[in-house]
């Protein structure tokens, strides 16, 4: 048996023969449209999830610091046992009255919500329709579930109607992203909700770049669609600024999900001082202050999809979120490094977040990025591709 160093040395060398290596290099300054990273070295930022621009936000911060002030740094139990505080629930009832729903459930990462949540309701005697693009933790969620999991074509509204028509299951789920991560483009929600209805099967939707970004303040894609979904998952670590996810939810589902979602019941709980900053980054998203970020957020879109299509790339104005697909790894990384010679930083995105040989540059916009930071990035495209 090799032990882990040989393990890991033989694992590493395949990786960077492939230019598949991955390394993490800490930032030097707070979250922003402008960060350090090498000592002196500032950066156009387009690599956050910090749609609305309050990653960084002082009055989030000063939220998190009075709330560990009050109730310390840890948790010290999962909320059932002995983890549970004033402000988890103070954050719940914010998010419920949020989103218009009975009730929340509060869970410490997108991550662990759909691991937790998509078990509770699918079991080995059920079906899983699931996105080709979903992302990784709803891809995770699916196996952890051991339900029949059976992936469409990216998008393929017609192709989840075929299954739900001639497969056969106690329960059937249809599962997808809402803005998908590494393509900025949107699921078929209102074909996706007819289908399930017409065939008595539950639509599940993750929310993650759609919340604080889309719909009416800032509550989501299905929110802007208007559509009926049965179970939503939003997080508060993209334009939120915070950390966390939430379930929206009746009260018999939230109760369920206290009961019976791993996530919840065996890992110690989000610490309180973080449901304080979520909960100042919730008044802040979803009030008259979020619908201004937002109209910058999406008057910064248009202008950059105008100025990307100018250059000859394909461009569409669906989210924050713009692919620029290279293809092989090493062009990826190649155009990455040119920009940021240039003073922009896109991190370059790999398989196995997105399929082989679409290896690209996602780029993320913010509503702190101004129309120079818009430009010079435009700019520095040109000359690094
Ligand atoms: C980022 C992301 C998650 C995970 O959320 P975290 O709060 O970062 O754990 C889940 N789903 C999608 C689509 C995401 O992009």
Request: hydrophobic share 50%; charged share 25%.
């Amino acid at each position: 048996m090799p032990l882990a160093d040989d393990i890991a040395r033989a694992e590493l060398a395949l990786l960077r023969e492939r230019d598949l290596l991955r390394a993490l290099e800490p930032l030097r300054s707070p979250p922003g449209a402008e960060i350090e990273l090498r000592p002196g070295e500032r950066l156009i930022n387009l690599s956050s999830n910090d749609y609305l621009g309050l990653a960084g936000d002082a009055r989030i911060a000063a939220a998190f610091a009075e709330g560990a002030r009050r109730w310390g740094a840890g948790a010290g139990a999962s909320r059932l046992v002995c983890g549970d505080f004033p402000p988890h629930h103070e954050l719940e009832d914010a998010l419920a009255e949020f989103e218009a729903t009975e009730a929340a459930v509060l869970f410490n990462s997108g991550y662990a919500a759909n691991c937790g949540l998509l078990p509770v309701f699918a079991g080995p005697e059920d079906l899983v329709l699931s996105d080709a693009l979903n992302h990784a933790s709803l891809i995770d969620a699916c196996r952890l579930s051991r339900a029949r999991v059976e992936v469409y074509p990216h998008g393929d509204a017609a192709a989840v109607d075929e299954l739900l028509e001639t497969k056969r299951a106690r329960r059937k789920l249809v599962v997808t992203d809402a803005i998908f991560s590494m393509d900025g483009d949107r699921a078929p929600i209102g074909e996706l909700a007819a289908s399930c209805e017409r065939h008595g099967a539950m639509l599940f939707v993750d929310e993650a770049h759609a919340t604080g970004v889309l719909g009416p303040r800032g509550a989501g894609l299905v929110a802007e669609s208007g559509v009926h979904v049965d179970v939503r998952m939003a997080t508060l670590s993209k334009a939120a600024g915070a950390l966390g996810a939430y379930v929206p939810a009746t009260r018999a589902v939230r109760d369920l999900l206290v009961n019976r979602a791993r996530p919840l019941v065996f890992s110690t709980a989000l610490p309180a001082a973080m449901a304080c900053a979520a909960l100042a980054a919730v008044r802040i998203l979803a009030g008259p202050e979020g619908d201004e970020r937002r109209a910058r957020l999406w008057s910064n879109v248009r202008r950059f999809a105008a100025g990307l299509e100018a250059l000859g790339l394909a461009a569409r104005a669906d989210s924050a979120i713009f692919p620029v697909v290279l293809g092989e790894p090493a062009r990826a990384l190649q155009a990455a490094a040119r920009l940021r010679e240039r003073g922009v930083l896109v991190k370059p995105i790999r398989p196995p977040t997105v399929p082989p040989g679409t290896s690209r540059l996602r780029i993320a916009l913010s509503a702190a990025h101004t129309e120079q930071h818009l430009d010079a990035t435009l700019e520095a495209l040109r000359e690094a591709l």
